[in-house]
């Protein structure tokens, strides 16, 4: 992995813009996606994607690379989320949506079941704490390594692991107390 930061690294230190449009052009989606997930707003998952560049461009001549870019980008990402859910504003938000995941060749009964299957997991999944609902969306959605998401999260990987493990176990408990008749 070290080699697949490098280039970036020098190459955005050095002030290349064709690079810093490859990093937004790599990065954006994913962030913007896991922002969304933990924010309601999606006008605020977008301004907080832009503000984490901000931030990450700001930062560059004092980041060292002890972790990968994109890691770095998710811990900015994730605390400027976490200041956002701690504002006095935030705090009237509903928080994360999943992806929805629909599929347009179901029929119309599977989709309508499927919706309620996703609505039941949207639910679960905001009724999580803020750590465990970040570690499965970084983990399910993100395709990050607990490694990475201890960076993210600023915690041990087993604490990460162990946040993971008790959001499963919720998310299970959750999802079958809500499908009892």
């Known amino acids: ?9 020098e190459s955005l230190k050095n002030g290349d813009e064709g690079a810093f449009r490859e990093l937004v052009k790599a990065f954006a989606g994913p962030l913007k996606r896991y922002l969304s997930g933990l924010l309601r707003d999606p006008a605020e998952a977008e301004d907080l994607t832009q503000e984490t ?14 972790c990968s870019v994109r890691s770095y980008l998710y811990r900015i ?4 989320a976490l200041n956002h859910l701690a504002s006095a504003s935030a705090r009237r938000e509903e928080v994360g949506d999943p992806p929805d995941g629909a599929s347009p ?3 119309p009964q599977a989709q309508a079941l499927q919706g309620q299957r996703a609505e ?28 990475e998401i201890a960076g993210v999260l600023s915690v041990a990987e087993g604490t990460a692991k162990a946040h993971y ?8 408990g959750r999802l079958e107390a809500s499908h009892e008749p």
């Open 1 to 9: 992995m070290a080699e697949d930061r490098e280039p970036w690294l």
């Open 77 to 80: 990402a994730h605390n400027l």
């Open 105 to 107: 060749s179901l029929s």
């Open 165 to 172: 493990f008790f959001a499963l176990r919720n998310l299970r």
């Open 53 to 66: 560049f901000l931030r990450f461009t700001q930062s560059l001549p004092d980041f060292r690379g002890d």
């Open 120 to 147: 039941s997991l949207r639910r679960a999944l905001l009724s999580l704490p803020p750590q465990q609902r970040a570690v499965v969306i970084l983990k399910t959605w993100e395709d990050l390594t607990f490694r």
